[in-house]
């Protein structure tokens, strides 16, 4: 485990979650105590980031897809009908 700043942290963290190793969040948040209100307020901000992009329920659609199917639900906005396609 690391012993440098809060980036050198965070950046260890990511990189073993990208490899499929990854440690829980409370698990690196209790192996880095000095770090642990960054690292809480960083998974905060990963959650909130996550939530603002989720299909309609029940659309089963996947969050950044190419194409947004009607019903899809972004932050306070839906999609209700497609407008146009295509262009620039």
């Given amino acids: ?29 209790e192996a880095h105590p000095d770090h642990a209100a960054e690292l809480r307020a960083f998974f905060a901000g990963q959650d909130a980031f996550q939530s603002l992009a989720r299909p309609a329920h029940g659309l089963g659609a996947e969050p950044w897809s190419e194409e947004l199917p009607v019903g899809f639900v972004l932050g306070p906005y839906r999609i209700e009908s497609v407008v146009g396609f295509g262009g620039m």
């Fill in 1 to 29: 485990m690391s012993d440098g700043g809060f980036d050198a942290v965070l950046a260890e963290y990511l990189a073993a979650v990208d490899r499929g190793e990854g440690p829980t969040r409370d698990e690196w948040i």
